[in-house]
């Protein structure tokens, strides 16, 4: 057993976990943030996808203990308040959810890959880039339109800033 | 249609709390005192079990105890049934064998379990499940329907000779068999239709609870139908009485009908919690999915069409092997006869179809229904058979449909169904245009000229949702009625909850039911509440499968809508002094017609709660339910067509276009509507491109994770073109047919028909990979 402490969702925490525990245990068995969801067993679907230090990560492929000091971001804490972040809003707005199951691991992906197009994305590009994402429900259409239309959205909220 | 009624496209209301990370899957519920099982699972295709040692694991940290088969026999736990009695042509009924949750004795396929750990921690039930010892006398295996069927093959159940469950036949023999001498021409196809694994990505969950001093049990489970699983957990396996069960289903992470099952893992977890007195949770993991989720399609066909000297269809021949797996599946009998042969009409004219399918046992996984359930099958069959006809009769794919089409409703097929209404020529056009089909042959040679090799494919499908008549299908074998139940419950202040015994897994629901009442009443759909999932709320009811939510359990809405409209124009009526009549609702209010009185919703709703000042004789309340039961399956159809572009060189095949013009009837919800289709186009062309089940001889899954299993991702799909032309059902008030399955029914032959043009071999098999494609190619 560890004493693990590292930042989640801008707060401090510390958690006593078994060497062996993923970080996306760590969140969802010892921090109860259960929106980071467990979709395979072998770091291919994505659902657990988290941002550590500012990077879109399967939390399925690191340690807890690896995460410990870094500042780790969930689709918990990506709202401001009521206010969804643009890319929430924009898989509302699109229907890019039907079961909801891997909705968080896409949500936190896809600010990742608007990030680092800088917002410049076409169709192709977003597909490409969704690979490591499995969605079951959406045949992608909707996905991709909602990426699209965030990474509008997340020019102008940066514009506005 | 107001701005939240019927036809508009509502954005879900369900969805802020899956984005937000806020949605309550099995997996995220903890229990207090909870614990955690792992199932211990056979690693042999077909085997004896000799012993079972688990005095090592029962001495690990943080074990609570350790399960076995032979005690789960010995507490006299049901065996696993399957609900669709099928008849053989011989008379005798299906050979089915026994299934008990845990092996006692033999084991029948990779995967199933033999024993649980009980333990405090995942971990530790994890580590103690290693130190079980299990000891196997392998068996010879049977791993596909080749081999089951092969003479002296090793068997499988005692009762099931030559490893054969029936074989059934539909439709006239004799007749078909002259429609075939008579003919001008007759074309034959040999298909495999491939085995997929349904994949639902949220991993089946399950927490029991005992409640010792009531004798009463919770379960929370990944079920698209929880009053299923408890019919059928209390009234054949024993567990529990109705009354002393509780099944809630929370948010569940699709199903595709994977989830409609009651496996043996939800039973376990109940019988283990009250043997250790505790919470006991299982979640599975992708691999168990993989290995215990029942499986879906894996038939072999040898299918005939004869056409007249006018290339008018004549005749349908099909002979059908299933593979049904180890042992029978909940509904897995009724999925390749009566939602499959039936279907083999398409949208044709056919005068005489025969058809007969072996349903067989092989050492793997169970198979059962998965998106489409049967329908898929039969579209494949029929738009293959199409397509090479036109081939060989040397006429346009299209053309040789259209002239062939049914035209006239209602129209009995030879094979029990039938269509009520549908315009299979609007929807060909449609998707003719879409896609602009006469400008084909010029990008064809365009392609050509550039090195490529450009194809387009047709398919028309149709299929039988709204599933169904009671009565019908109790006829054909189904242990259930198919109705679906509503109650609409009004509160003193006007909110409105509805309790649905459909249940949504993706599909909106919460959206769309709540659209039905913002368009009787007039009211916002923040006043609207859906309930459902949980058998202490809602009385009872069928579930969601068969895309039948829409017809059948929206009607059943809106019959008890009407009957809290009339009663609550009663009571306006009263209180406005005006005739019963002459009560009109609109924009949530009950208004005397020509008048300028009226009384809000929560009025009338407190008036009736109130019952200061009723109707005399009248009961106080506002609540009212219904059952309805279907008059007929409903015909969703529609034609789709792909142009794919093949590259010779490495057998890689891209999507130029794929357009779907469907006819759903009504339109709850368009954009719901469409993300359905999208879905299920993925699903087909996931199954025609690159999903496949691969077992070994020895009956090993080779394909058990998605390292393995090829799963759609988003750059192997195209973006759709889609559209819809409508015929309103007349079977149902609402006029809805149903959209959840329609494109993994329609879309896989519409990809393997381009293909086969693109190449000029139309022998190609699903799923088409480069390698299969390069083949066909290069021979």
């Known amino acids: 057993m560890s004493i693990v402490k590292l930042t989640v969702n801008g707060k401090a925490v510390s958690a006593d976990v078994e060497d062996r525990t993923l970080l996306v245990h760590l969140l969802r068995d010892h921090l109860n943030l259960t929106g980071t969801h467990v979709g395979c067993d072998t770091s291919q679907c994505g659902a657990c996808v988290v941002h550590i230090d500012g990077r879109a990560v399967k939390s399925c492929t690191v340690l807890a203990g690896q995460a410990a000091g870094s500042s780790v971001t969930t689709i918990e804490g990506i709202a401001k308040g009521d206010e969804l972040h643009p890319m929430q809003a924009a898989f509302r707005d699109n229907h890019g959810l039907q079961c909801g199951y891997c909705t968080p691991g896409m949500i936190m992906s896809a600010i990742d890959i608007v990030h680092r197009h800088s917002g410049n994305l076409d169709e192709a590009t977003v597909r490409h880039e969704l690979e490591g994402n499995i969605c079951r429900c959406t045949g992608y259409h909707n996905i991709v339109k909602a990426v699209l239309d965030a990474a509008g959205r997340m020019k102008v909220a940066q514009a506005a800033e | ?779």
């Not at chain 2, 709540?514 to 009811?541: E, M, N, W, Y």
């Not at chain 2, 200061?612 to 004789?617: A, F, K, S, V, Y």
């Not at chain 2, 057998?651 to 879905?679: C, T, W």
């Open chain 2, 1 to 779: 249609m107001g701005v939240e009624g019927i036809g508009a496209s509502v954005v879900r209301k369900e969805d802020r709390r899956f984005i937000t990370g806020k949605g309550r899957y099995v997996d995220d519920i903890k229990l207090v005192g909870m614990t955690h099982a792992h199932f211990i699972r056979s690693p042999h295709a077909h085997a004896k079990i000799k012993s079972v040692d688990t005095s090592a694991a029962k001495d690990m940290p943080g074990v609570i105890g350790v399960l076995t088969g032979q005690q789960i026999v010995d507490d006299k736990i049901g065996n696993l049934i399957c609900g669709w009695a099928i008849t053989s042509k011989d008379g005798t009924g299906m050979k089915m064998g026994a299934w008990p949750a845990m092996a006692p004795e033999t084991v029948r396929f990779v995967g199933q379990a033999v024993a649980v750990v009980i333990a405090e921690t995942k971990n530790q039930a994890r580590d103690a499940a290693e130190a079980v010892v299990v000891n196997y006398e392998e068996l010879p295996a049977v791993p596909d329907i080749r081999a089951a069927i092969k003479p002296g093959a090793p068997q499988l159940h005692p009762e099931a000779p030559g490893n054969v469950i029936y074989d059934w036949v539909i439709g006239d023999e004799g007749a078909t068999d002259a429609a075939f001498k008579s003919a001008a021409n007759v074309v034959s196809l040999d298909i495999t239709n491939n085995r997929l694994v349904p994949n639902a990505m949220e991993p089946r969950a399950a927490i029991a609870e005992y409640n010792e001093p009531e004798e009463h049990f919770t379960l929370y489970t990944t079920s698209q139908n929880p009053h299923v699983a408890r019919l059928v957990l209390s009234a054949f396996y024993n567990i529990a009485q109705e009354h002393k069960l509780r099944v809630v289903a929370p948010d569940v992470g699709g199903g595709f009908g994977s989830k409609i099952f009651i496996y043996p893992e939800e039973m376990v977890a109940l019988w283990a919690s009250k043997k250790v007195g505790r919470p006991v949770k299982w979640t599975g993991d992708r691999t168990e999915a993989f290995l215990t989720d029942a499986h879906g399609r894996d038939h072999l066909t040898k299918a005939e069409m004869a056409f007249d000297k006018d290339n008018k269809v004549t005749g349908l021949r099909v002979k059908t092997y299933a593979n049904l797996g180890g042992y029978m599946s909940l509904f897995s009998s009724s999925v390749p006869t009566y939602l499959y042969a039936t279907l083999l009409s398409g949208q044709y004219n056919i005068p005489n179809i025969f058809a007969e399918v072996i349903s067989v046992y092989t050492n793997t996984v169970p198979v059962d229904a998965y998106r489409g359930a049967g329908r898929p099958e039969a579209s494949f069959v029929v738009e293959r058979l199409m397509e090479t006809a036109a081939r060989q009769l040397k006429v346009d794919p299209a053309e040789l449909r259209r002239k062939n089409f049914i035209t006239q409703f209602p129209h009995q097929t030879p094979v029990i169904m039938a269509y009520d209404i549908g315009d299979f020529g609007a929807s060909l056009d449609a998707a003719m245009k879409a896609i602009d089909y006469a400008g084909f042959a010029a990008r064809k040679a365009k392609a050509k000229s550039e090195g490529k090799l450009r194809g387009i494919g047709v398919s028309c499908y149709i299929e039988a949702c709204g599933i169904a008549p009671s009565k019908a299908v109790g006829s054909l074998g189904a242990g259930v009625g198919l109705w679906e139940s509503a109650e609409v419950r009004v509160n003193p202040v006007g909110t409105i909850e509805i309790l649905t015994g459909s249940h949504s897994h993706g599909q909106g629901h919460e959206t769309t039911f709540c659209q039905l009442i913002a368009d009787r009443l007039g009211v916002p759909i923040s006043q609207v509440s859906i309930v459902h999932g949980d058998t202490d709320k809602v009385q009872f009811g069928m579930g969601t499968y068969g895309s039948r939510s829409a017809a059948v359990g929206l009607t059943a809405i809106l019959k008890a809508m009407e009957k809290v409209e009339a009663k609550a124009k009663k009571i306006a009526a009263h209180q406005l002094e005006a005739s019963e009549n002459d009560i009109v609702i609109e924009n949530g209010e009950f208004k005397v017609a020509g008048t300028d009185k009226s009384l809000a919703l929560p009025m009338v709703a407190l008036a009736a709660y109130t019952a200061h000042n009723l109707p005399d004789g009248m009961e106080p309340g506002l609540k009212e339910g219904a059952f309805y039961d279907p008059t007929n399956f409903t015909f969703p159809a529609g034609a789709y067509i792909c142009e794919m572009e093949v590259d010779a060189a490495t057998g890689k095949s891209s999507f130029v276009n794929f357009v779907a013009a469907d006819d759903f009837g009504r339109l709850i919800n368009p954009m719901i509507v469409e993300g359905q289709v999208h879905g299920g186009l993925a699903q087909g062309i996931g199954q025609a491109l690159l999903e496949g089940v691969v077992y070994d001889a020895s009956g090993q899954l080779l394909t058990a994770s998605f390292m393995d299993y090829t799963m759609p991702r988003a750059d192997d799909l195209p973006s759709f073109k889609l559209s819809h032309t409508t015929t309103l059902c007349p079977g149902n008030p609402l006029g809805v047919k149903g959209c959840g399955e329609a494109g993994a029914i329609g879309a896989s032959a519409a990809v393997i028909n381009a293909i086969t043009d693109a190449i000029g071999n139309n022998k190609l098999e699903m799923p088409a990979t480069p390698d299969r494609v390069w083949h066909a190619i290069h021979g």
